[in-house]
């Protein structure tokens, strides 16, 4: 095997085979306009959970579903018994228990029971082997019993605003708190400069994987920008910002900060942000997010 041949096959080169050479500094993209004022290009990612639950109906719609059944009950065609039931058996018996709840549930407990419906007493009383199978049923049932997880999540009773898991019934956002150029704490969403060699939508997959993305898995849902935020400067030779948003959501994993770009990081609905940004900056990105 020749030197080149050898030198095709290699996949990746080690530590020992190449110095790390460290990358060379890009310039970040700057805009001049007609007054000569500068312009630096930002992009901003709004990433955002989708709701994990269905949201709990008001009380009109509660009231509309509820009529819905009613009527639905009372037109329904009588299921044949006789067909799909041996009389007496253990089958039979949790049919009629179930279609009593049903019929409970549709009408009330002043409700007149069907005449298949028979109650526990009446059960046991017309036949010892009705009131074995009973028993039998309400152990199983027992036994077989889910319980369902509240729709309240412990995180939402602590107030831990960094699980993913909260307020499962409303969008959240990803909010991070960083250090400003004059070392001001502020919070505001992922946001990144794009320099010289590449373009806005390569800025932002770049940015969903440093310096916090590492451990997520997201997709970004356009290569355009659905809005902009601009600083504002009463001086024109100074440099203004423009920070191009995009949208993104997150599918797995979770965020994890460098400590260095990012010092903290938030999931937050749309009211948490409103309280958490400046008015400006609340006044450009609030169309941009969802009331639920």
Known sequence: MTAQSRAASRSLATVTDAPVTPKPQVPE?????EDGQKVAIHTTILLNRNPILTRTPTAFEKAYYAYQAKIERALHNPLPYDFYFKPGTQLELQFDKEEEERERLAFGKSATPSPRVKTEEELRATDEDNADALAA?????QEDSVKLLPREHESDRTGDVKSLN????RN????VQAKDEAGKKSWMFPHAPVNTRENLFENVQNHLRSPFGIGMDTWVASKKPIGVHRTSSAAKTKENDAFFFYKAHILAG???????????FAWLTKEEIKIRVDQSYWDSVK????DF
């Open 254 to 264: 979770q965020v994890r900060p460098d400590g260095k770009n990012v010092l903290d």
């Open 166 to 169: 909260r307020q499962g019934q």
């Open 137 to 141: 049923l309400e152990s199983q049932q």
């Open 29 to 33: 993209r700057i805009v001049k306009k």
């Open 287 to 290: 169309d941009m997010i969802s």
């Open 172 to 175: 959240v956002y990803l909010l």
